[in-house]
Structure formats: C-alpha cells, structure tokens
C-alpha cells in the first residue's frame, strides 16, 4: 500500500493546523510536513482541534518547501498540489498506483500554492466548485483531498 503525507507550507491558522493532523489520522494519513511558518505541537490551539492526532500523527518542520518537495521526488514519492489553476485537473480524475507514494501540498489560506511550486510538483488538482465561492477554507479542502486520494485505489 502506498504511503500517504500531507504538506502545509506557510499554514496561519493554528485551528487549520490542528484540523488537518486530526482528518489526516482520520483518512490514514501518515505523516506530515509542517513547513515555514506553520505552527508546530505542542500548541494549545492546535491541540484543541486536533483531539490528540498530534501525539501519535508522525510530523516534522522543514524550513524550504522547494527543498522538502525535491527530497520527497528523490525518494520516489509523488508530490501532488491542491490549486485551482490552469495546469490542475480534477481530483477525481486522479490515478494512483498501489506502489506510489503520495504527497499532497495544500496551500496557505491567502496565497494558495505559488505558480512556480505547481510547476514543481507532479502534479496539480483541485476540487470542482460548484457555488458562488472559488475556494475552500484549506482545512476543509485538505479533508476532502484526502479522502478522494485515500479512495482513488477502490
């Protein structure tokens, strides 16, 4: 079975923090990526929301997200971002191999993944939108990723 990560790049929101440690415990995924500025356990706020996910959800810090994703594609994982954009296509179009790891960038809350991250990545996909409203709170977005790409195998 492949494994399954998740990267929060520049993440404000100790709330968004702790609500993605507890849904990646919740969908199975295994570890993730902390990176930049984004909030790091032990914290109150994110111990709040994530109901104790962050004590047993393996993470670490990384400084550079252009580095992390590199070492991730080195060690054979394939890195995938969660952006509207023109290169995205829809999630649920999205093929994995049982043998493939997976790591999926979410993006900061204001900025969303950068241009330049999406050309680095495998990959780029998004959530189709139905609404008035273009984009999900990142916390949400990331729930709904996860579960698509942990069901993607059958």
């Known amino acids: 079975m492949p494994q399954f990560s998740l990267v929060l790049p520049n993440i404000r929101s100790c709330h968004n923090v702790g609500a993605m440690f507890r849904t990646a415990d919740v ?3 295994e570890k993730l990526y902390l990176v930049g500025y984004t909030a790091q356990p032990p914290k109150p706020q994110i111990d709040k929301v994530s ?3 962050e004590q047993w959800v393996s993470w670490e810090h990384a400084e550079d997200l252009e580095k992390l994703i590199r070492e991730l594609q080195k ?3 394939k890195v995938i971002a969660l952006e509207k954009s023109e290169m995205s ?3 649920r179009d999205f093929q994995i191999r049982e043998e493939e790891n997976i790591a999926l960038v979410v993006g ?3 900025t969303g993944v950068a241009p330049e991250i999406q050309q680095l990545c495998d990959g780029v996909v998004h959530i189709p939108m139905y609404g008035k409203k273009e984009s ?3 916390s ?3 729930g709904v990723a996860m579960y698509i790409l942990k069901h993607a195998l059958g």
């Open 27 to 29: 969908f199975g995924f």
């Open 51 to 53: 109901l104790g996910a």
């Open 75 to 77: 060690d054979g994982t």
């Open 89 to 91: 296509t829809d999630i």
């Open 108 to 110: 900061n809350e204001v």
């Open 136 to 138: 999900l709170n990142v």
């Open 140 to 142: 949400i977005a990331a």
